[in-house]
């Protein structure tokens, strides 16, 4: 386990999920609320960047304010919410599309089903290892 970024990695990527579905779902009953702007979560391009860095060259700090904006480890990836009030299509400026919100909450339920097998597997891979056996 020493060395082993994949539960960080299950972890932060679970709660990103997480908050991209409660995101979504407030995208959804906020359908029909003039001006309201769409919500939007990221965070794999964060994940992606740590994961990437052992193969990247290493940079040194010489101090811990430099450098600030490179993630050197899955702690610090923290999903970011942000409001989409520029992708204006309706005359009431709200900006939530139902179709686009449901296919976008079947996608994250589906990679969030996903992430949950991948724990799954590896907490049987190493009841295995620990139990010796099946």
């Known amino acids: 386990m020493i060395g082993d970024m994949t539960w960080g990695v299950i972890e932060r990527d679970l709660g990103g999920l997480a908050k991209r579905l409660e995101a979504t779902s407030q995208n959804i009953a906020n359908v029909n609320t003039p001006r309201y702007a769409r919500k939007e979560v990221s ?22 304010r430099h450098f600030s ?50 724990l799954t ?5 190493y009841r295995r290892a620990i139990g010796g056996g099946a």
């Open 43 to 64: 965070f794999e391009d964060q994940l992606k960047e740590v994961i990437d860095s052992p193969r990247k060259l290493p940079l040194k700090r010489s101090s811990d």
């Open 69 to 118: 904006n490179v993630k050197t480890s899955v702690a610090e990836v923290i999903p970011f919410e942000r409001s989409v009030g520029y992708e204006i299509y309706r005359l009431d400026h709200n900006n939530v599309d139902p179709e686009t919100e449901a296919a976008r909450l079947a996608e994250t339920r589906i990679t969030y089903q996903a992430m949950t097998r991948v």
């Open 121 to 125: 597997r590896k907490i049987a891979n």
